[in-house]
């Protein structure tokens, strides 16, 4: 209760200050709506936002397993030489830093245009694919160098060197890049869907796009409400999963 309540009291403050002002100010209702006609909208286009909040988070979750396989699965084979991690550093930071609106078009076309789906978790998952690939190469070589040298003088193979050493060391910083890739998965759908400019994946974006082409503020509003009730649900699943992983290695 002491970590929940603080948070939980400010919400409520900042939401009843955010009523009063609007209800006193007579602010129009496609400017800015009450909280309480947010919530109106959240019950009314529930089943609706409830299944285009399952799409964007199927998404978004694929997008994260083929982000962590490729990040992951990256990392592992340059770690193991220092001359292919010098090659593919840079090229995975210009990955990252390239805008996913620019590259947009091209992964539409070649996933095909009736396929918007596959171009989305594509580009959700070029978005999530550096902190992984980041996370999972740092972590491995992050071992205490006193146990590489242990494991020298007993003839460790490389294989019982990674399994034994490498990557119990990585863990932390898996899980940490696991935290930040599962956000920005989620970002990366909502783009992505929002640059495809079709509806067929009918996700939480479409719905921003409809109600927002409609002057329905409230109910982007509650769309939002959705998209950050899913980046929250996501980020404390990795937070459960490494309080379970800390615990069992404690």
Known sequence: MTRILPPLLLTALLLAAWEIACRALDVPPWFLPPPSAVAIALVDRAPVLAASAGATFWMALQALILAGLLGGGLALAVSLSPPAEQAVRPLAVALQVTPVVAIAPLVLIW????????????????????????????????????????????????????????LPAALPFVLEGLRVASGLAVIGAVVAEFVSGSGATQGLAWRLLEAGNRLRTADMLAALVCLMVMGLGLNLGVAALERRVGARSG
Do not use: I, M, N
Not at 117 to 133: E, H, N
Not at 142 to 166: H, I, K, N
């Open 111 to 166: 996933t095909g245009l009736d396929h918007a789906d596959r171009a989305v978790v594509t580009l959700a998952a070029t978005v999530a694919f550096f902190p992984l690939f980041s996370g999972v190469l740092t972590g491995l070589k992050s071992a205490d160098p006193d146990l590489e040298r242990l494991f020298d003088l007993y003839g460790a193979t490389p294989v019982q060197r990674l399994l034994r050493l490498r």
